[in-house]
């Protein structure tokens, strides 16, 4: 951890910045939980498996070694995960995944360049505009949530994602487990 924040502890954590800061991040827990385990055209795992490449291009090491967890918890082999941030298009992932990856990809990288052939794509590999739209929506909360861990000096995440303990693997599969989390570290009365 970067000491950017000399109130937060050495060791501190995303909760440590939702209890510093609980009057600016309830709604942002409550939108994250709908973008990641709402009603999605991507299922669960397609979302965090964005999540968890975005965070890796923004080399946001809490972010994206969280999100292996929360990936490695609806059934993402956490191989493929690395793999595919070494090199996307030999990554064994179902390549209808692969347009949306490389939009977020992109979004994230460089978003001004955006083209129409960007969103065809998604749409050759059988997406819906909805598909696509929720793609953004993850991607968005991630280069904002990367942004704010890097912003606060959250630069590292502890828990090795192989060896997540499955009573933790079941509390990331709740429908609510984002605000669950908010909850927790005091984002609501």
């Given at each position: 951890?970067?000491?950017?924040?000399?109130?937060?502890?050495?060791?501190?954590?995303l909760?440590?910045v939702?209890?510093?800061?609980?009057?600016?991040?309830?709604?942002?827990?409550?939108?994250?939980?709908?973008?990641m385990?709402?009603?999605?055209?991507?299922?669960?795992?397609?979302?965090e498996?964005?999540?968890?490449?975005?965070?890796?291009?923004?080399?946001c090491?809490?972010?994206?070694?969280?999100?292996?967890?929360?990936?490695?918890?609806?059934?993402?082999?956490?191989?493929?995960?690395?793999?595919?941030?070494?090199?996307?298009?030999?990554?064994?992932?179902?390549?209808?995944?692969?347009?949306?990856l490389?939009?977020?990809g992109?979004?994230?990288?460089?978003?001004?360049?955006?083209?129409?052939?960007?969103?065809?794509?998604?749409?050759?590999?059988?997406?819906?505009?909805?598909?696509?739209?929720?793609?953004?929506?993850?991607?968005?909360?991630?280069?904002l949530?990367?942004?704010?861990?890097?912003?606060?000096?959250?630069?590292?995440?502890?828990?090795?994602?192989?060896?997540?303990?499955?009573d933790?693997?079941?509390?990331?599969?709740?429908?609510?487990?984002?605000?669950?989390?908010?909850?927790?570290?005091?984002?609501?009365?």
């Amino acid at each position: 951890m970067k000491r950017l924040f000399p109130s937060l502890p050495p060791d501190a954590t995303l909760g440590h910045v939702y209890r510093a800061f609980p009057e600016k991040l309830g709604p942002l827990a409550e939108y994250q939980n709908r973008v990641m385990r709402g009603d999605s055209a991507l299922s669960v795992a397609q979302r965090e498996l964005i999540a968890t490449y975005v965070s890796g291009l923004n080399a946001c090491a809490f972010c994206y070694g969280a999100h292996k967890v929360h990936a490695k918890a609806f059934g993402v082999d956490i191989g493929i995960v690395d793999a595919m941030m070494t090199d996307l298009e030999t990554a064994d992932i179902d390549d209808r995944m692969k347009p949306l990856l490389h939009y977020a990809g992109k979004l994230t990288t460089s978003p001004s360049r955006m083209t129409e052939a960007d969103a065809q794509a998604a749409y050759d590999a059988g997406w819906s505009e909805a598909a696509l739209f929720d793609a953004i929506q993850v991607a968005g909360v991630f280069n904002l949530m990367n942004r704010m861990l890097e912003g606060t000096g959250i630069t590292e995440y502890y828990l090795d994602p192989e060896t997540a303990a499955e009573d933790m693997l079941d509390g990331l599969r709740s429908k609510t487990c984002y605000a669950d989390f908010g909850r927790a570290n005091g984002l609501f009365d």
